[in-house]
């Protein structure tokens, strides 16, 4: 599955920044998706996932400040980011896989990620 994450840039802290993730198949509704990020020296970690029907997870340091949804018109997923804090800076990653699979990001390959720093 073939996606590409875009959407990042330099935000101060407490700012925003609405990531997106578009898909380039025609079976895209039947995918769940997740974002995920990873920061320099650490592991790559969800940050927060959609089901195909509609069900959403969201990484503890996340909830409240992200939300992500979809829109399978579009073949798209996006990822809204509010409050944002300097330890969200990250390339973020977005990845397509079943629901279950989406936690262990055992994925075979990765798009290429946006920047997201955030700093005053």
């Known amino acids: 599955v073939q996606l590409q994450a875009s959407g990042g840039g330099l935000v101060q802290p407490g700012g925003s920044l609405r990531l997106s993730c578009a898909a380039s198949?025609?079976?895209?509704?039947?995918?769940?998706v997740g974002w995920y990020r990873q920061a320099p020296g650490k592991q790559r970690e969800l940050v927060a996932g959609?089901?195909?029907?509609?069900?959403?997870k969201y990484g503890d340091s996340v909830k409240d400040r992200f939300t992500i949804s979809r829109d399978n018109a579009e073949k798209s997923v996006y990822l809204q980011m509010n409050s944002l804090k300097p330890e969200d800076t990250a390339v973020y990653y977005c990845?397509?896989?079943?629901?279950?699979?989406?936690?262990?990001?055992?994925?075979?390959?990765w798009g290429q990620g946006t920047q997201v720093t955030v700093s005053s």
């Open positions: 990845n397509a896989g079943s629901w279950f699979q989406l936690p262990s990001a055992d994925f075979g390959s």
């Open positions: 198949i025609r079976t895209f509704k039947y995918w769940s």
């Open positions: 959609i089901s195909t029907e509609g069900d959403t």
